[in-house]
């Protein structure tokens, strides 16, 4: 059976965590590296909850590179302790692991080698990404498959009203990344989607009961601190929403979503109250796209029973 080989940019909290799990444990991805970076926790929590999943799975063989240390343009990062834990991973607090970091090289390198065929897969601000294109945009553009979690398209964001926390965590990287990458060869999974992708009490415990791995003992401490969060700040959702890993399913189940092809930009304004919100035009007979304007395709729908059967299958399977 092919795999499909995944890059992952991740800012390692909890539904990073779960992400890269589900990842590590699918019979159908390969994952290639990953890039840890801050967004929901700081850098060297990130890094360092990224080398103690790797570790307690034994994929140590599997390098972790060193992402971006805040946003660009000045912005100062903030960081969500109430619903990821002091260190990203809920109540766990992981020591340093004795596992190397990779440099930029290697990782230019390791896209070089599997231009054609790697997906990249972006769950954090775009931070890292935009700094590779702006440091090597040829090799980048090169690569025709970009999986990213970001945006909020007519429905309210997540850290203002109508904000994604991705987006608003630096707008500059952001648009860096949308107005390089080849047209159609980024699928954006805005909250629209991914806040469907909920795991409830039950889920939690059925994984936890048929836990096979040691990377599988973190899902239910970290889940369990995450759905607290939720309960207390938004107790319709009845769990706590899996936004990262939305985009790593769509990687081998791209046929569950239902995409719109438009040009995608996203406010830049570091004082403005819209700073983060992302802008598509969704009115029935869109305007034109303008000349030299890139056409992103943006999920706007999943076969969410699908989705979560086949994450509930790969987690305790």
Not at 43 to 71: H, S, W
Not at 121 to 140: C, D, I, R, W, Y
Not at 156 to 165: K, Q
Not at 178 to 202: D, E, M, S, Y
Request: glycine share 6%.
């Amino acid at each position: 059976m092919d795999k499909k080989k995944v890059l992952l940019f991740a800012d390692v909290g909890i539904d990073d965590a779960v992400a890269l799990i589900y990842a590590l444990l699918h019979p159908r991805i390969r994952v290639l590296g990953v890039v840890a970076s801050f967004g929901n926790t700081p850098r060297k929590y990130a890094i360092r909850n990224t080398q103690y999943i790797l570790k307690l799975a034994g994929r140590q063989d599997i390098p972790v590179f060193a992402g971006a240390m805040q946003p660009l343009a000045g912005l100062q990062p903030a960081f969500y302790p109430d619903f990821h834990g002091p260190a990203g991973l809920g109540s766990l607090r992981p020591a340093p692991q004795r596992m190397p970091l990779y440099s930029d090289q290697e990782l230019f390198g390791l896209i070089r080698r599997n231009q054609e065929d790697v997906h990249i897969v972006n769950l954090g601000p775009l931070t890292s990404l935009a700094q590779m294109f702006l440091k090597h945009e040829k090799l980048m553009k090169q690569v025709n498959h970009y999986y990213m979690m970001g945006g909020a398209f007519l429905v309210p964001g997540n850290v203002t009203p109508i904000a994604e926390a991705n987006f608003w965590h630096d707008p500059v990287a952001a648009n860096i990344v949308l107005r390089r990458i080849r047209p159609k060869c980024a699928r954006i999974f805005p909250l629209n989607v991914t806040q469907a992708a909920v795991a409830t009490p039950c889920m939690v415990d059925q994984i936890d009961r048929r836990k096979k791995t040691r990377a599988q003992i973190i899902i239910k401490p970290a889940l369990n601190f995450y759905l607290q969060a939720y309960k207390h700040t938004n107790p319709s959702f009845g769990g706590g929403p899996l936004h990262d890993l939305v985009p790593v399913s769509a990687v081998v189940n791209e046929g569950w979503f239902t995409f719109i092809d438009r040009s995608v930009a996203v406010v830049q304004s570091a004082t403005s109250v819209a700073r983060g919100a992302s802008v598509a035009d969704f009115r029935e007979i869109p305007a034109p796209s303008e000349p030299g304007k890139i056409i992103h395709r943006i999920a706007i729908s999943m076969q969410k029973k699908a989705f979560m059967q086949e994450f509930l299958q790969v987690m305790t399977k």
